[in-house]
């Protein structure tokens, strides 16, 4: 089962009512997730058993925050399946936004909802601002995490040899590089993180926020870039 609290303007909690809550109150109708996303207005659970997993959202799904191909102010628990998902699911994205990426166990990454600028999402400069199916992130590979800021991401892949990259996407931060030191602009589907002076290779966990990325190291310490 799932239990939440706080905000509940939309339902976002999924208790069936509207209403903030002080106290945990259980999802209605979820008995069988795997793992939880929350966003500001809306949530999705992960659920199933491995290789038949879905994903139901439930709460304010008006810019496609639900994946159900529709724009809806609420949508009621147990919420409705995402859109055009594969069966092979393995985890969630981390963070909090009003869109929500899911990694299969392929190593490749599907998001949907709020896509601000066409580059929250990491979709390309022609995705829409609001994507209400689940859509393919371009040129991503071997995934194995992913973390979502307000206004863009970052995937942690693996490259061989048991390195693992960082590749980010999302808003300039008003120009400055914050994703590789170099790109001032809008980054629009997902590029190496890093510097010359400094490529990561061994990142073993990533966090995102507005304009900035962090990355714990194997070799210890944390990385961090930009605003």
């Known amino acids: 089962t799932i239990r939440c609290w706080g905000n509940n303007y939309y339902g976002q909690l999924g208790s069936g009512v509207t209403g903030d809550s002080r106290v945990p109150v259980q999802v209605v109708g979820i008995a069988d ?3 939880v996303y929350v966003g500001p207005n809306h949530s999705c659970a992960l659920r199933g058993v491995t290789g038949a997993r879905f ?11 639900c994946g159900t191909g529709a724009f809806a102010t609420v949508v009621d628990p147990p919420g409705a399946d995402v859109v055009g998902l594969p069966a ?10 009003d869109g929500t990426c899911v990694r299969t166990s392929g190593g490749s ?4 909802g709020t896509n601000a600028g066409s580059y929250a999402l990491g979709l390309g400069a022609s995705s829409p601002n609001a994507v209400p199916t689940a859509t393919l992130v371009p040129g991503l590979t071997n995934v194995v995490e992913v973390a979502l800021g307000r206004q863009g991401g970052c995937a942690r892949r693996g490259a061989g040899g048991g390195t693992f990259q960082v590749w980010c996407w999302g808003n300039s931060g008003g120009g400055i590089g914050w994703i590789d030191g170099v790109t001032t602009s ?4 997902p590029i190496r993180a890093g510097t010359a002076a400094l490529p990561i290779t061994d990142a073993v966990a990533i966090s995102v926020s507005d304009s900035r990325w962090c990355a714990a190291r194997a070799a210890g310490g944390v990385v961090c870039m930009g605003d």
């Open 186 to 189: 809008h980054v629009y589907t």
């Open 55 to 65: 994903v139901t959202c439930w709460g304010n799904c008006d810019r496609g925050e």
């Open 33 to 35: 997730a795997v793992e």
């Open 88 to 97: 092979d699911l393995v985890g969630l994205a981390h963070g909090t936004t």
């Open 109 to 112: 990454v599907y998001c949907w």
